[in-house]
């Protein structure tokens, strides 16, 4: 069984980013959304990106963000992952030539899959505590034993993770990776190192009861 991946979101700082690279990280997410408190600009962006080691995924977060400025920021920063939190149609997923992730919102369990198989074309699913037309990352969490199977594709588990409670979501779920950011901060879009190192430290210690 392979490790379960780990993303850290809503990096601001280059020394977050740079921290959870030496911690053993697979990917940071830059969020590119102007109302979020972990709003990044292009430059902002670009700044990070560069003092980061090889071999880290680098996610940037969209949601119902015109294509145009989509564009824009993917033919500035180099991105390898887009994702995709909003009402976005299939096809303006599809449409920049990069892979992509799908937030499933799973404030209604019953429906993730008929809402995920529209995103046939996605690399994989993140599922967060958020309901459709809402935004995720509000760091509450949700009843991961409503997770239907049958996704197809990786599922990215997210939504109210934290140092304390992500063992026994790896143990349990069983995700392909998790993602975290309000849990591993001192301060909205602030990673605080510790809480970054007991955070991977619980996803390995999950992944050994597999």
């Known amino acids: 069984m392979l490790n ?6 809503g990096i601001t700082r280059i020394e977050d980013g740079v ?11 830059l969020v590119f959304v102007e109302r979020s ?30 294509a145009s400025e989509v564009a824009r920021i993917v033919n500035r920063v180099p991105l390898a992952l887009l994702q995709f939190h909003g009402d976005e149609s299939p096809q303006e997923c599809a449409a920049h030539c990069r892979p992509y992730l799908k937030a499933v919102p799973m404030a209604e369990p019953r429906r993730a899959l008929e809402y995920a198989q529209r995103y046939r074309d996605a690399h994989g699913y993140l599922l967060d505590s958020h309901g459709q037309g809402q935004a ?9 034993n409503a997770i239907p199977q049958g996704f197809g594709k990786p599922v990215i588990l997210a939504g109210g993770l934290t140092p ?10 069983r995700p392909y990776a998790v993602d975290v950011s309000s849990g591993v901060e001192s301060g909205k879009g602030i990673k605080d190192a510790g809480r970054i190192a007991a955070f ?11």
Do not use: H, Y
């Open 164 to 173: 304390d409670n992500v063992r026994e979501a790896v143990k349990r779920v």
């Open 136 to 144: 995720g990352g509000s760091g509450a969490s949700f009843d991961w």
């Open 200 to 210: 991977v430290r619980g996803v390995r210690e999950g992944d050994s009861e597999f």
């Open 19 to 29: 921290c959870a690279a030496s911690l053993g990280v697979d990917a940071i997410g």
């Open 4 to 9: 379960t991946r780990i993303k850290i979101c």
């Open 37 to 66: 408190p972990r709003f990044v600009t292009v430059e902002q962006a670009c700044n990070i990106i560069a003092q980061l080691p090889p071999f880290v995924v680098t996610v940037g977060l969209f949601m119902d963000t015109p």
